[in-house]
């Protein structure tokens, strides 16, 4: 009878481990599964040439434009070789030297006249010394005698170089849109000024306007004798 009773408590033991492992088990499952989720990192975006779109954009994202001027001068070079057309303002119809400042400046909103008579008062003054790309140079005409604007183009040097600049030449050699220089040239003689209107203030639009009117009557005042002098120059003199 005591080895019955023995194996009956044997068995209910048995009985009752198997059961609390199984509790035991499925309580740490739970427990497994409501904490928290594990950690996931992502490595960073490759950065090396031809990594994948997201890192592209990022580039994009991260490389500041270039600044007016030195945008302005590239389109200004891509112009080089068009030919010289008196009052032409197109790469492909040909440029005088006022009207390849209306185009280039007109590229990034910038408004100057097709006349460069009008060009020296438009914008504002700069000290030669301080010249700098993006700015216009103004000279006169090339007769000896004269002292009015008769040429125009755009300074592509910095300050403390010489001075460099990119026009519409109609000079029977090598005329065209290409880069010359004022050091050491005729145009020393023929330097008038240099003109800015990179950057100017909102407003100022306004005082150019007003500007533009007053030698605009300059202009039309000037004697018969005087614009027949200027048509006389021609315009494969510039």
Do not use: N
């Amino acid at each position: 009878m005591r080895y019955v009773w023995l194996t009956f408590f044997a068995l209910v033991t048995g009985i009752l481990a198997v059961v609390g492992w199984q509790h035991f088990g499925s309580s740490s499952q739970r427990a497994t599964d409501s904490g928290p989720a594990p950690l996931r990192f992502s490595a960073a975006p490759d950065t090396t040439p031809g990594a994948g779109p997201q890192t592209r954009m990022a580039s994009l994202i991260t490389i500041s434009p270039l600044p007016q001027a030195d945008s302005l001068i590239h389109f200004a070079l891509q112009q080089l070789g068009s030919p010289y057309s008196y009052a032409g303002t197109t790469p492909t119809g040909g440029f005088d030297c006022s009207g390849f400042l209306l185009f280039v400046y007109g590229r990034f909103g910038i408004a100057v006249p097709h006349s460069t008579a009008l060009l020296i008062d438009t914008g504002r003054p700069v000290p030669r010394a301080q010249a700098r790309r993006g700015d216009m140079v103004v000279f006169t005409g090339t007769a000896t005698t004269s002292t009015t604007p008769g040429h125009a183009g755009i300074v592509i040097s910095e300050p403390g170089e010489p001075l460099r600049f990119i026009h519409s030449s109609s000079a029977r050699r090598e005329s065209g849109v290409k880069i010359s220089q004022v050091e050491g040239t005729g145009y020393e003689r023929r330097f008038m000024g240099i003109r800015r209107v990179l950057g100017e203030q909102p407003g100022a639009d306004k005082t150019a306007a007003a500007t533009t009117e007053r030698v605009k009557e300059k202009v039309k005042a000037k004697s018969a004798t005087t614009t027949s002098r200027q048509k006389s120059i021609g315009p494969a003199q510039r």
